[in-house]
C-alpha cells in the first residue's frame, strides 16, 4: 500500500492517477499517521457526523450564489441563536473559525473601529494621539496577545499583564490601572481574562465587568469554565456578563473538527468592518459542521455531555482532597465551589456561575503538606511525580494525564478533560480504575520515601557504601561500593582518591552489578551526576513489605567477596610472576653450570655432535625443568612429574 510516509515530495505526474487510487493513498497515509487510532475516535455517530459535514459544507457552496447566500445565511442565523440561548447570552451573535485566535484578533479589530471611529478612514495615525491598551489576566495569554498585534500592526508595548498584589480583594486594583493609564494619555481597549483561572476562584466576573463598562473597556472571556453556563436553567441568568467570548465546543462535548466560535454582542455597529458574525461561503460554509453537531444532539444530550465531566472532575477532586499525599494546584484552599447539581438546579448567585470545580486539576505528590505551595519542590520529589505521571499515562485508562514543569512548583500533574475528546462519556468504572490505579501508585510511593531514610541512614552507617543521587530517578537511589583498599583502617573512612582510583572504583561497581544480576535481575547499573559520573548500583521503587536492610547487606556482601577474589588473584599474580622469575634464575645458574661441567667442546658446531655421540652426557647433569605449586607457592623441579606420570602408565600396563 503506497503511503505518503515511503516517498519525498515531489513534481505533479505529468499523466493523472484514477480517484480510487488517490484516495486510496490519502486513507493509508492518515491511518499509518493515526496509528489505526482514528477509527476509534469516530465510534459517536455525532463525531463522524461532523467529520462528513466538511464535505458537505464544501458541497455546498456548488449552488447559485443567490441560493447559496440564503441557505447560508439561515445555517449561521440558527447556529446564532442556538449558541444565544444555550450560553445565556441574549442579543448576541456567533462567528466560527478554524484558528481560535483569529476570533480574538476580528474582536480586537472591531473594538478598535468602535473607540477611535477616525480609524476606518485615516488608519494607524488616528492611534498616536492616545495608544491603546490590551489588558491581560493571565501569562499564558502573552503569546496570544503578540500575535494580535503582529495581525493588526499594533506596538508590542501595547499589551499589559494585570494582576492583583498579595491580599489584594475585588478588582479595584484593575480600576485603579486603567484609570492611571487614561490619565497618562492612553485609551484603555479590551481586557482579555481566562473564567478558569485563580483571579475567579474567589471573584465574580459580574464585578469585572462593571468596571469595564464604567471604563468603556470591552471584556472578552475565554477559558473552559465557561462550560458551565451551559448547565443553567434555561429561565433567568440572563445577566450581562461579557461583550465577547470565545468558546471551544467541540472539545467541551467530545466531537472533533466542530470549529471554534466567537460569541459577541449583535447591537456592535463595527462588527462587519472586523469580519464578525460575516458568512462568505466561497470554499465552504464553516458554521455547518456546528449546526450538523448541534442538530444530531439536541439540547439534553449536549448538557449532558458537559454534565458528565463537571460530575467525574468532582469525584477526582474529592479523591485527591482525601489523599494526604496529594496537594492541588488548581484551587485555593479556602475557596467555595458551587456543586454541580446546584448550578443546575439555579441555587446560587448570579456571580458564582464560574465558580464550579476546576475543569483542569492540577495535583502533584507532595511528601510533606505543611511545605509552601508558592515554592518549587525538591528535585526528588519532582522525580516522584515524574515517575508517578508516566504510570498513569501507561495504566490510568482513557484519563490522559499530562507532566507539566512549572517553574513556580515543579512538576505537576494535569488533567482536563474539556481538551480530549476522548475523556467525554467515561463510564464510572473507567474513573474507578483510574482512582485505584493512582492509589496503588501512591502507596508504593509513600512507601518509598519512607524505606529511603532508613535506606540512606543504613548507608550512613557502613563505610564500604556511599549514597548516590541519580538525575531524574524516583527510586531508594544508587549504591557506591567502596573496595576495602580505599578505606583508611584507622579511621573507617573513604580515602581521597584521584582519577586513576575513581576509574578501579566506577569498574568494581560495574562488575558488582552484573554479579547482583546473575541472582536477581531487578539490579541495574546507575551513574550518578557530573563532573565525576559515579557508577553504583541503582535501586528503584519498593514496597513497606521490602527488607532495604538484606537488600544492602547483599550488595555489601557481594561487593567484598568480589574484593577478596581481586585480592587473591592480585597475590597469585604476584606468586606467578615471583615463580617465573625464579624458575629462570635458577634455570639460568644450570645451564652456566652445567656448560663448565661438560666443556666447551660440546657446544662447538659439529664437533659438539661428535663429542655427544662418543661419550654421552649423564641423566643427572642435563638441566632439570620447574614448576610452580600454586598450592604452596613454592618452585618445584619436574622431576617428580616424570616419575609420576611414569608411574601411572606401569600401573594401567601401557608400555612405555
Given amino acids: 500500500k503506497v503511503t505518503l510516509q515511503e516517498s519525498e515530495p515531489g513534481d505533479l505526474d505529468l499523466e493523472g492517477k484514477d480517484i480510487e487510487q488517490v484516495l486510496g493513498i490519502i486513507s493509508n497515509s492518515i491511518y499509518r499517521e493515526g496509528e489505526g487510532q482514528i477509527f476509534s475516535k469516530l465510534c459517536d455517530r455525532s463525531a463522524l457526523l461532523s467529520v462528513v459535514s466538511h464535505s458537505l459544507s464544501a458541497y455546498i457552496t456548488t449552488l447559485d450564489p443567490l441560493p447559496l447566500q440564503r441557505?447560508?445565511?439561515?445555517?449561521?442565523?440558527?447556529?446564532?441563536?442556538?449558541?444565544?440561548?444555550?450560553?445565556?447570552?441574549?442579543?448576541?451573535?456567533?462567528?466560527?473559525?478554524?484558528?481560535?485566535?483569529?476570533?480574538?484578533?476580528?474582536?480586537?479589530?472591531?473594538?478598535?473601529?468602535?473607540?477611535?471611529?477616525?480609524?476606518?478612514?485615516?488608519?494607524?495615525?488616528?492611534?498616536?494621539?492616545?495608544?491603546?491598551?490590551?489588558?491581560?489576566?493571565?501569562?499564558?495569554?502573552?503569546?496570544?496577545?503578540?500575535?494580535?498585534?503582529?495581525?493588526?500592526?499594533?506596538?508590542?508595548?501595547?499589551?499589559?499583564?494585570?494582576?492583583?498584589?498579595?491580599?489584594?480583594?475585588?478588582?479595584?486594583?484593575?480600576?485603579?490601572?486603567?484609570?492611571?493609564?487614561?490619565?497618562?494619555?492612553?485609551?484603555?481597549?479590551?481586557?482579555?481574562?481566562?473564567?478558569?483561572?485563580?483571579?475567579?476562584?474567589?471573584?465574580?466576573?459580574?464585578?469585572?465587568?462593571?468596571?469595564?463598562?464604567?471604563?468603556?473597556?470591552?471584556?472578552?472571556?475565554?477559558?473552559?469554565?465557561?462550560?458551565?453556563?451551559?448547565?443553567?436553567?434555561?429561565?433567568?441568568?440572563?445577566?450581562?456578563?461579557?461583550?465577547?467570548?470565545?468558546?471551544?465546543?467541540?472539545s467541551w462535548i467530545g466531537i472533533p473538527a466542530v470549529p471554534f466560535i466567537t460569541v459577541f454582542r449583535s447591537d456592535t455597529e463595527t462588527a462587519h468592518l472586523a469580519g464578525l458574525g460575516i458568512v462568505t461561503p466561497a470554499v465552504r460554509l464553516n458554521c455547518l459542521p456546528l449546526w450538523c453537531v448541534l442538530r444530531s444532539l439536541g439540547w439534553e444530550q449536549t448538557k449532558a455531555r458537559i454534565r458528565g465531566v463537571y460530575q467525574m472532575l468532582e469525584e477526582l477532586t474529592d479523591k485527591l482532597k482525601s489523599m494526604d499525599c496529594i496537594r492541588i494546584l488548581s484551587q485555593a484552599g479556602d475557596a467555595q465551589f458551587i456543586s454541580i447539581s446546584s448550578l443546575e438546579a439555579g441555587n446560587l448567585d448570579g456571580g458564582q456561575i464560574f465558580q464550579t470545580v476546576s475543569p483542569a486539576i492540577a495535583f502533584q505528590y507532595v511528601t510533606d503538606q505543611s511545605t509552601d505551595?508558592?515554592?518549587?519542590?525538591?528535585?526528588?520529589?519532582?522525580?516522584?511525580?515524574?515517575?508517578?505521571?508516566?504510570?498513569?499515562?501507561?495504566?490510568?485508562?482513557?484519563?490522559?494525564?499530562?507532566?507539566?514543569?512549572?517553574?513556580?512548583?515543579?512538576?505537576?500533574?494535569?488533567?482536563?478533560?474539556?481538551?480530549?475528546?476522548?475523556?467525554?462519556?467515561?463510564?464510572?468504572?473507567?474513573?474507578a480504575m483510574f482512582l485505584q490505579c493512582l492509589d496503588e501508585k501512591c502507596d508504593i510511593l509513600n512507601a518509598t520515601v519512607a524505606q529511603r531514610s532508613k535506606f540512606i541512614q543504613l548507608i550512613e552507617e557502613n563505610p564500604s557504601v556511599e549514597h548516590v543521587d541519580i538525575a531524574h530517578w524516583a527510586g531508594l537511589g544508587g549504591v557506591r561500593f567502596i573496595p576495602q583498599d580505599y578505606i583508611n583502617k584507622e579511621t573507617g573512612k573513604m580515602m581521597e582518591l584521584v582519577k586513576e582510583d575513581i576509574e578501579i572504583v566506577n569498574q568494581r561497581n560495574v562488575e558488582l552489578v552484573a554479579t547482583l544480576r546473575n541472582t536477581d535481575s531487578a539490579f541495574s547499573l546507575g551513574e550518578g551526576p557530573s563532573p565525576c559520573h559515579f557508577m553504583c548500583v541503582r535501586f528503584g521503587m519498593v514496597t513497606m513489605e521490602t527488607d532495604v536492610e538484606e537488600l544492602l547487606n547483599l550488595v555489601i556482601q557481594t561487593g567484598k567477596e568480589i574484593d577478596e577474589a581481586?585480592?587473591?588473584?592480585?597475590?597469585?599474580?604476584?606468586?606467578?610472576?615471583?615463580?617465573?622469575?625464579?624458575?629462570?634464575?635458577?634455570?639460568?645458574?644450570?645451564?652456566?653450570?652445567?656448560?663448565?661441567?661438560?666443556?666447551?667442546?660440546?657446544?662447538?658446531?659439529?664437533?659438539?655432535?661428535?663429542?655427544?655421540?662418543?661419550?654421552?652426557?649423564?641423566?643427572?647433569?642435563?638441566?632439570?625443568?620447574?614448576?610452580?605449586?600454586?598450592?604452596?607457592?613454592?618452585?618445584?623441579?619436574?622431576?617428580?612429574?616424570?616419575?609420576?606420570?611414569?608411574?601411572?602408565?606401569?600401573?594401567?600396563?601401557?608400555?612405555?
Avoid at 126 to 154: D, N, R
Avoid at 409 to 415: F, P
Avoid at 603 to 621: A, K, T
Wanted: hydrophobic residues 35%; glycine residues 6%; negative net charge.
Fill in 71 to 250: 441557505l447560508s445565511n439561515r445555517i449561521a442565523g440558527e447556529v446564532s441563536l442556538w449558541l444565544s440561548k444555550l450560553m445565556h447570552f441574549p442579543g448576541s451573535s456567533s462567528h466560527c473559525h478554524d484558528d481560535i485566535r483569529e476570533g480574538l484578533v476580528r474582536t480586537v479589530r472591531m473594538v478598535l473601529h468602535q473607540r477611535y471611529p477616525a480609524f476606518r478612514d485615516e488608519g494607524f495615525p488616528v492611534l498616536v494621539s492616545s495608544l491603546p491598551v490590551i489588558y491581560i489576566t493571565t501569562s499564558t495569554y502573552q503569546e496570544a496577545a503578540q500575535y494580535i498585534c503582529t495581525q493588526l500592526g499594533l506596538p508590542k508595548s501595547t499589551v499589559k499583564l494585570v494582576s492583583p498584589q498579595e491580599g489584594e480583594e475585588g478588582f479595584s486594583w484593575l480600576d485603579q490601572v486603567m484609570q492611571k493609564d487614561q490619565e497618562d494619555g492612553l485609551t484603555p481597549l479590551i481586557c482579555i481574562a481566562n473564567v478558569h483561572s485563580s483571579l475567579f476562584h474567589n471573584q465574580s466576573v459580574s464585578n469585572l465587568q462593571a468596571i469595564c463598562t464604567e471604563r468603556k473597556v470591552w471584556l472578552h472571556l475565554e477559558g473552559h469554565a465557561l462550560s458551565a453556563l451551559v448547565l443553567l436553567p434555561s429561565e433567568g441568568f440572563s445577566e450581562k456578563r461579557c461583550d465577547s467570548m470565545t468558546l471551544t465546543l467541540g
Fill in 373 to 431: 505551595a508558592s515554592e518549587r519542590v525538591s528535585s526528588y520529589t519532582d522525580n516522584l511525580n515524574s515517575w508517578l505521571g508516566q504510570i498513569l499515562q501507561r495504566d490510568g485508562g482513557h484519563l490522559s494525564v499530562e507532566i507539566v514543569d512549572v517553574e513556580t512548583t515543579g512538576y505537576v500533574l494535569r488533567l482536563c478533560p474539556f481538551e480530549d475528546s476522548t475523556m467525554v462519556g467515561l463510564s464510572s468504572e473507567d474513573i
Fill in 566 to 656: 581481586v585480592a587473591q588473584l592480585q597475590t597469585m599474580s604476584e606468586v606467578v610472576k615471583r615463580g617465573v622469575q625464579q624458575a629462570q634464575d635458577e634455570l639460568r645458574r644450570e645451564t652456566d653450570n652445567q656448560l663448565w661441567q661438560e666443556g666447551i667442546l660440546r657446544h662447538v658446531p659439529i664437533v659438539g655432535s661428535f663429542y655427544n655421540w662418543l661419550s654421552p652426557v649423564p641423566e643427572d647433569v642435563k638441566a632439570k625443568g620447574r614448576y610452580l605449586n600454586l598450592q604452596e607457592g613454592k618452585l618445584e623441579s619436574t622431576d617428580k612429574i616424570y616419575k609420576q606420570h611414569v608411574q601411572v602408565h606401569i600401573e594401567d600396563g601401557q608400555e612405555l
